[in-house]
Nanobody
Framework: VQLVESGGGLVQAGGSLRLSCAASGRTFSRYATGWFRQAPGKEREFVAAFSRTGGYTYYADSVKGRFTISRDNAQNTVYLQMNSLKPEDTAVYYC???????????????????WGQGTQVTVSS
């Protein structure tokens, strides 16, 4: 599976961005999908994910209520709508996918097989 993110950029605090992740190479609907982020000097952090069945979504506490993950299986695309952005949301955002990951491992980046190249999100104060 190849993953390509887009939609990052510079936005003021309180603003919104929508990230997209286009997947190719496999039947996307059979994969768990999600987003991680990494800020300079910080560890990689789970942001949001869909379970492999697509029936459940999971969010980090830091983004719950502000970010929404969605997917369009027909377009092989997963999205991350980010609202009420804060300077602490500044990071490189990575799209992830995996066919066999179990729910208890979704928040652990080491368990995801496929990663995109990342897209930079910068939130100014």
């Amino acid at each position: 599976v190849q993953l390509v993110e887009s939609g990052g950029g510079l936005v003021q605090a309180g603003g919104s961005l929508r990230l997209s992740c286009a997947a190719s190479g496999r039947t996307f609907s059979r994969y768990a999908t999600g987003w991680f982020r990494q800020a300079p000097g910080k560890e990689r952090e789970f942001v949001a994910a869909f379970s492999r069945t697509g029936g459940y979504t999971y969010y980090a506490d830091s983004v719950k209520g502000r970010f929404t993950i969605s997917r369009d299986n027909a377009q092989n695309t997963v999205y991350l709508q980010m609202n009420s952005l804060k300077p602490e949301d500044t990071a490189v955002y990575y799209c992830v996918a995996d066919q066999g990951i179990i729910t208890s491992s979704l928040r652990n980046g080491d368990h995801w097989d496929y990663w995109g190249q990342g897209t930079q999100v910068t939130v100014s104060s």
